[in-house]
C-alpha cells in the first residue's frame, strides 16, 4: 500500500522568500512521484514529476525536489516567492506498474505575502 | 481538444436524485481516471479505465456509484439516489500507456452538491 503524508496543511511566506513544502511517501516497490498545483476552481496542473532518473527534478515556474530515498521524502522548494504561486500543492505517489492510480497527500495551502 | 474536458461544471442535486457526470480526455488517451475530491482533502481514487474495460473500481465507494466508458473514449460517472456525503468535486484525468510513467492530466472539474 501507498501513502503520502504533507506536513503542514497551510503555509505563509513573504513575497521573495524560500518555498519548502514538505511531503514523505510510503511505498513497498520503487515509487513515482508528482507535485501538482491547484488553483481555486481548476483542476490539478502537473508542477513535476520523479521517474527513476535523476534525484534532483526540475519542474515548471522555478520550482524543484528532491528525492531522498533513505528520507522516503520529497520535498518542494522554490527560492524565491511570487504572488502568483499563492495555490494548493499536492504530493502524489503511484508505483507506476500494477495500479495505475495516484495516491494523493491532503495538500498544502500556500499563502505569499506581499 | 487539448486538454481534457468535464461537463457540467457545478452540479446542484436534491437527496435521492441520480446525476451523471462527463468527462471528454484527451484524444488518444488510452488511460482514464476518476477521483472525488472532498472540502479541504486531496483527490481520492475512484476508478481506472483502459479504454473502455474498467480495470479497477476499487475506490467507488458503494454501488449508488457506476462508471462507463463504452467507446474507450468519453466516460460517463453515474450516481444513483445522491446523499449529502456525495458532495464534492469530480476530477477526470487521462493518461498516455506508457508503462512505468503514468503522468495523469486533470480537468477542471464537476463540483456537485447535494441538497
Known amino acids: 500500500a501507498q501513502s503520502v503524508t504533507q506536513l503542514g496543511s497551510h503555509v505563509s511566506v513573504s513575497e521573495g522568500a524560500l518555498v519548502l513544502l514538505r511531503c514523505n511517501y510510503s511505498?513497498?516497490?520503487?515509487?513515482?512521484l508528482f507535485w501538482y498545483v491547484q488553483y481555486p476552481n481548476q483542476g490539478l496542473q502537473l508542477l513535476l514529476k520523479?521517474?527513476?532518473?535523476?534525484?534532483l527534478v526540475k519542474g515548471i515556474n522555478g520550482f524543484e525536489a528532491e528525492f531522498k530515498k533513505s528520507e522516503t521524502s520529497f520535498h518542494l522548494t522554490k527560492p524565491s516567492a511570487h504572488m502568483s504561486d499563492a495555490a494548493e500543492y499536492f504530493c502524489?505517489?503511484?508505483?507506476?506498474?500494477?495500479?495505475?492510480?495516484?495516491?494523493f497527500g491532503s495538500g498544502t495551502r500556500l499563502q505569499v505575502q506581499p | 481538444g487539448a486538454g481534457v474536458s468535464q461537463s457540467p461544471r457545478y452540479k446542484v442535486a436534491k437527496r435521492g436524485q441520480d446525476v451523471a457526470l462527463r468527462c471528454d480526455p484527451i484524444?488518444?488517451?488510452?488511460?482514464l481516471f476518476w477521483y472525488q475530491q472532498a472540502l479541504g482533502q486531496g483527490p481520492e481514487f475512484l476508478t481506472y479505465f483502459q479504454n473502455e474495460a474498467q480495470l479497477d473500481k476499487s475506490g467507488l465507494p458503494s454501488d449508488r456509484f457506476f462508471a462507463e466508458r463504452p467507446e474507450g473514449s468519453v466516460s460517463t460517472l453515474k450516481i444513483q439516489r445522491t446523499q449529502q456525503e456525495d458532495s464534492a468535486v469530480y476530477l477526470c484525468a487521462s493518461s498516455t500507456d506508457r508503462v512505468g510513467y503514468n503522468e495523469q492530466f486533470f480537468g477542471p472539474g464537476t463540483r456537485l452538491t447535494v441538497l
Open positions: 502524489a505517489v503511484s508505483d507506476g506498474t500494477g495500479r495505475r492510480a495516484l495516491t
Open positions: 484524444s488518444g488517451h488510452v488511460s
Open positions: 511505498s513497498s516497490v520503487p515509487p513515482y
Open positions: 520523479y521517474t527513476s532518473a535523476a534525484t
